[in-house]
Nanobody, 122 residues
Framework: VQLQASGGGLVQAGGSLRLSCAASGHSFRSYTVGWFRQAPGKEREFVAAVGWAGGNTYYSDSVKGRFTVSRDNAKKKANLQMNSLEPENTAVYYC????????????????WGQGTQVTVSS
């Protein structure tokens, strides 16, 4: 499966952005899709994930209540709605398809999109 993330941009603190992850290939619906972010000088960190059917969602503590992850298997898309954004959320955001292992760790994902930059100004 190939993934492409989009929707990033510049937003003021308190604002919202909606990221999308478009997939190509026949097996998108088989994968848990995760969202990660990486700020300059920092390790890539887990943000959110959505199970293959869309019913199970997972969030890091730092975004719980502000971000919402979803997917539409018919459209081969996953989305990350980000509300109440903070300057600390500035990073490159990646979507990925889980292959095996713990969904919270990048090593569990075998397919990655190219990333989209999110910048939150104070």
């Amino acid at each position: 499966v190939q993934l492409q993330a989009s929707g990033g941009g510049l937003v003021q603190a308190g604002g919202s952005l909606r990221l999308s992850c478009a997939a190509s290939g026949h097996s998108f619906r088989s994968y848990t899709v995760g969202w990660f972010r990486q700020a300059p000088g920092k390790e890539r960190e887990f943000v959110a994930a959505v199970g293959w059917a869309g019913g199970n969602t997972y969030y890091s503590d730092s975004v719980k209540g502000r971000f919402t992850v979803s997917r539409d298997n018919a459209k081969k898309k996953a989305n990350l709605q980000m509300n109440s954004l903070e300057p600390e959320n500035t990073a490159v955001y990646y979507c990925a398809a889980q292959v095996v292992g713990d969904y919270r760790f990048p090593t569990a994902y075998g397919y990655w999109g190219q990333g989209t930059q999110v910048t939150v100004s104070s």
